[in-house]
């Protein structure tokens, strides 16, 4: 992707916005007991997801080099502190008769110290990736999925001013992801110890997986039954590491590698029963992952790509569409 580095950093410096220039006086919508305790815990959870991606975003302004990027990434975690406010608040908001004291999701705490830490020293490329799936999934798949799920007008109001400064986020992401294909990610040189030697290393493992089916895809399956929103995400995934420009990504090349594996005989069945087994024992529907198998690309336009100091809006609708 064609970036002028210096008019991102105008693009993020001029985007950023208050979040008490809403009325957050208003009524919400009125909701049944079951939906108001979900939303409210979606959001407490995400306002802790936020300040997540914030910590990644701080983590490679002071792993670049170049005072645009640094000042970019900058002002990417400030927008990520204001999101985390905004979904604080809208949980408030959402709380009309206080049902119960929400607190964040337990897997999820003990999850993030653990990968605060691995982000640190990990190839900064690996850190990219994890903000791109991260954020296509939960700002761009979960909040979408939630404001079609309540349909109330100040959260659509929230929400879509969160989305412009995503689609900042998300350009740099494919910027990053294009740099880092071009330019080997530095580890820290004083860190010779083995990954997984590293105890956060094992609490990632620990804590992953509770973390990741109850903050991301358990909520999904209420807000989007169908998996509509994560099969255009892997799609669109799918798309953008098939492009020649990233190739030599090493984040990309674990990910084409992983698809040809599984896309073998042997990988195929591997992952039919690890797909049943985790349906049967979480009841959390994994079928999306196959939206984006080779035979389901196949016959699909490419996707048109915009450069990040074009319309926020174009890159928007590529993540959302």
Not at 80 to 105: C, G, M, Q, W
Not at 236 to 265: A, G, Q, Y
């Amino acid at each position: 992707m064609a970036m002028d580095l210096d008019k991102m950093v105008e693009k993020c410096e001029r985007g950023q916005w208050n979040v008490n220039s809403f009325d957050w006086a208003q009524k919400p919508i009125p909701l049944s007991k079951e939906k108001e305790l979900q939303v409210c815990q979606y959001y407490t959870d995400m306002s802790y997801i936020e300040r997540l991606a914030g910590a990644l975003f701080l983590a490679l302004s002071q792993r670049v080099e170049d005072p645009r990027l640094k000042r970019i990434f900058e002002l990417c975690h400030a927008d990520e502190v204001r999101h985390s406010i905004a979904a604080a608040k809208l949980a408030d908001y959402f709380n009309v008769h206080n049902y119960k004291f929400y607190t964040p999701n337990l897997w999820m705490l003990q999850f993030i110290p653990s990968f605060v830490k691995a982000v640190k020293t990990i190839n900064p490329a690996f850190a990219t990736s994890f903000i791109l799936g991260g954020e296509l999934i939960l700002d761009i798949a979960l909040l979408r999925g939630l404001n079609e799920y309540v349909d109330d007008p100040l959260s659509r109001e929230v929400v879509e001013r969160i989305n412009q400064d995503e689609s900042r986020h998300i350009a740099m992401d494919f910027y990053m992801t294009e740099y880092f294909s071009r330019n080997r990610g530095k580890r820290a040189s004083d860190d010779k110890t083995p990954g997984w030697l590293k105890p956060e290393f094992w609490g990632m493992l620990a804590w992953g997986p509770g973390f990741f089916n109850d903050v991301f895809f358990r909520p999904m399956q209420i807000v989007d039954p169908g998996n509509h929103q994560m099969k255009e995400v892997m799609k669109r995934l799918r798309r953008f590491n098939d492009r020649e420009e990233v190739k030599n990504n090493p984040t990309v090349k674990n990910f084409k590698e992983t698809v040809e594996f599984f896309e073998s005989p042997v990988g195929s069945a591997i992952g039919t029963v690890l797909e049943k087994a985790i349906h049967l024992t979480t009841g959390i529907d994994f079928s999306f992952v196959r939206a984006a198998s080779t035979e389901n690309m196949k016959g699909l336009k490419e996707a048109q790509w915009t450069s990040a100091d074009g319309t926020e809006a174009n890159i928007r609708n590529w993540a959302t569409a």
